[in-house]
């Protein structure tokens, strides 16, 4: 099994498959992911999720499973800025995927993709989906500290 390990930045022609680059103009970051044997160029705005597997990552596009000998941490911090986001110790999945979200207990999620694929959080990913997700808005209750600090701050007659 061959798995390319490094990011490969070259500019390709546009297609509307997981492969496709886009703007030939623009130099983007491209995944090597494997599959049958076969090395393909991934773009990152084009995978739905990954998820870890062992000593390697499952790349998933458009319903095609692709491997790739990679960290989660490492894509993580690579992929934010293409909207990628942790929701679970071995989960990554593409923003620009999710169809829609919905809560599924205590500070959990559940992602539903365009692929149609369900994906769930952890409550530990919480305020990490949330800083990238505004999926809840702000509580506007007071805490008793709040309170209790502008009941002191009011001047007593």
Same mark, same amino acid.
């Given at each position: 099994m061959i798995a390319a390990a490094h990011v490969l930045k070259f500019a390709d022609e546009e297609s509307t498959t997981c492969e496709s680059v886009g703007d030939p103009t623009v130099t983007p970051t491209l995944l090597i992911g494997e599959r049958e044997h076969r090395l393909y160029p991934l773009n990152p705005e084009k995978i739905d999720y990954i998820q870890s597997d062992g000593n390697y990552v499952s790349i998933y596009c458009v319903n095609t499973a692709y491997i790739r000998r990679d960290s989660m941490r490492r894509l993580a911090a690579e992929l934010a800025d293409f909207g990628f986001v942790r929701i679970e110790r071995s989960l990554l999945v593409n923003i620009r995927a999710v169809l829609y979200a919905e809560t599924v207990g205590r500070g959990r999620f559940a992602f539903t993709l365009?692929?149609?694929?369900?994906?769930?959080?952890?409550?530990?990913?919480?305020?990490?989906?949330?800083?990238?997700?505004?999926?809840? %808005?702000?509580?506007?209750?007071?805490?008793?500290?709040?309170? %209790? %600090?502008?009941?002191? %701050?009011?001047p007593k007659l």
């Open positions: 365009s692929s149609g694929t369900c994906l769930h959080s952890s409550a530990s990913y919480r305020d990490a989906i949330l800083r990238t997700l505004p999926l809840a %808005a702000p509580s506007n209750r007071r805490t008793c500290r709040q309170l %209790a %600090a502008e009941n002191d %701050a009011v």
